[in-house]
Nanobody, 125 residues
Framework: QVQLVESGGGLVQAGGSLRLSCATS????????LGWFRQAPGKEREFVAA???????VYADSVKGRFTISRDTAKNTVYLQMNSLKLEDTAVYYC???????????????????WGQGTQVTVSS
């Protein structure tokens, strides 16, 4: 049984940093593509970042240069380091896992089979 549990969300001032964690069980993180998505109130869920089985990473243009996705295979955990946070980064952040292949578009949410419950990130001015 696969489970993903996010943590690390909270309230932060604009320009600050947060690190989100996604603890996984029932899978090996190096065997799956892991992604972070977010959903702001009244908006569609959007892609943030992904790390392929190979370790290569993909980022949304809106977070490139500010966010970093990484994984710890020993802990079966995926992280999202978020720096220089902006008001528009406020959202519920979700971790997702899927058996994507190299030719899949890792920004596509419906390719991910497993999802966490989400963690709230609020950026204040």
């Amino acid at each position: 049984q696969v489970q993903l549990v996010e943590s690390g969300g909270g309230l932060v001032q604009a320009g600050g940093s947060l690190r989100l964690s996604c603890a996984t069980s029932g899978l090996t993180v190096s065997d799956y593509a892991l992604g972070w998505f977010r959903q702001a109130p009244g908006k569609e869920r959007e892609f943030v970042a992904a790390i392929r089985q190979s370790g290569n990473t993909v980022y949304a243009d809106s977070v490139k240069g500010r966010f970093t996705i990484s994984r710890d295979t020993a802990k079966n955990t995926v992280y999202l380091q978020m720096n220089s946070l902006k008001l528009e980064d406020t959202a519920v952040y979700y971790c997702a896992a899927g058996a994507l292949r190299y030719y899949h578009d890792h920004r596509t949410s419906n390719l991910y089979a497993y999802w966490g419950q989400g963690t709230q990130v609020t950026v204040s001015s």
